[in-house]
């Protein structure tokens, strides 16, 4: 399926944590597919160690499970998106193509089930002050709460796509996110969107 993927190389593949990080010293992938249920090290924890050793690589947690645990624990170990192994093969394309230009792609029926999660835990505990977002800002956290591209954003918005990244920029700034993921989970726990607004 990825052979044929427009501007992407298959540089490598391995079949436990353990390969895969043996494999990543020699190749130096730009973006990782992880499985989340491997033999021996689980994709959480190679995730972690692999990002250890090369924080500027992306990693994809690829799976088959629809559970909402394995999700929030593959973003928590650095996984910069979810997608689901019965996707095809243009599907999976676009999610690699978001994942590079650090967007999260995630299966959108998930997405209500681990917000709602994410509303659940307790409130941010270390000072993050009063965040102010412009009406601009909130437009652009409603669409990116609805996983919604940064092509498509700056379509319904009558915005060019590069006016689009610098208000996410500015909103992963002032949310103190590294992602639309955490910009989101941040928004839901200061109560700047919710559950309505997918």
Excluded at 6 to 31: C, F, I, P, Y
Excluded at 134 to 163: C, D, F, N, Y
């Amino acid at each position: 399926m990825l052979g044929t993927a427009a501007g992407l190389r298959l540089v490598g593949e391995a079949s436990s944590g353990t390969e895969a990080l043996q494999a990543m010293g020699k190749v130096k992938a730009d973006l990782v597919l992880m499985d989340v249920h491997m033999p021996g090290m689980d994709g959480a924890a190679t995730t972690k160690e692999l990002l250890a050793e090369f924080p500027d690589a992306k990693v994809i947690a690829w799976t088959v499970s629809e559970s909402s645990d394995d999700l929030l624990r593959m973003m928590r170990a650095g996984c910069c998106g979810y997608v689901l192994k019965d996707v095809g093969p243009a599907e999976l394309q676009r999610a690699l193509w978001s994942a590079i230009r650090s967007e999260s792609p995630v299966p959108r029926k998930m997405i209500p089930e681990v917000l709602r999660r994410v509303a659940e835990q307790t409130p941010l505990s270390h000072s993050t002050g009063t965040v102010t977002l412009t009406s601009r800002e909130m437009q652009i956290l409603r669409g990116v709460a609805k996983g919604l591209p940064t092509k498509r954003l700056a379509q319904q918005l009558g915005l060019r796509v590069p006016s689009v990244e610098t208000h996410l920029h500015n909103l992963f700034r002032k949310l103190n996110a590294a992602n639309r993921g955490e910009a989101v989970s941040t928004a839901m726990k200061l109560g700047l969107i919710t559950l309505a607004d997918l």
